[in-house]
């Protein structure tokens, strides 16, 4: 069977395109407008279910940053009550595309010590080891 003919749909949704769904068919196939019915059924639950799972993947990192910031707000309350020491903190996520891995936390007892250089550089460097992270879990599989 050599195929000749590609019918393709698009699988997008809400003006957000995800991909384009091709049947191939050999020159003597033609679907039959009912077959063609079903392909475009078959293209918008395609379509729901990657629109359901992009949300999803937006919903999660949400809830994510909203946990950090609540464990940052909770982190700056306790300091402030206690007489810990600490008079400057800095802190950057540690995290691989898609998962949380913890936070890089500088402190220092001298107020108002770092810059927006020393923030630039400290999230450079928690974006690095979140990249060497990924890494290793990708050589791992």
Not at 79 to 92: F, H, K, N, P, W
Request: aromatic share 4%; charged share 25%.
């Amino acid at each position: 069977m050599t195929i000749c003919k590609v019918h393709c749909l698009r699988l997008a949704r809400n003006d957000h395109i995800y991909g384009v769904l091709a049947i191939y068919l050999a020159d003597d196939q033609h679907p039959t407008e009912r077959e063609r019915s079903l392909l475009d059924a078959l293209a918008q639950e395609m379509s729901l279910a990657l629109e359901s799972q992009h949300l999803r993947g937006r919903e999660l990192a949400m809830l994510s940053r909203l946990q950090q910031a609540s464990r940052l707000s909770n982190l700056r309350r306790d300091l402030e009550r206690e007489d810990t020491g600490i008079r400057s903190l800095l802190i950057a996520p540690l995290h691989t595309e898609n998962q949380q891995l913890g936070n890089l936390v500088l402190w220092a007892v001298r107020p108002d010590l770092f810059t927006r250089r020393h923030a630039q550089l400290v999230a450079i460097v928690a974006g690095q080891g979140g990249i060497r992270r990924t890494a290793r879990l990708f050589r791992r599989r």
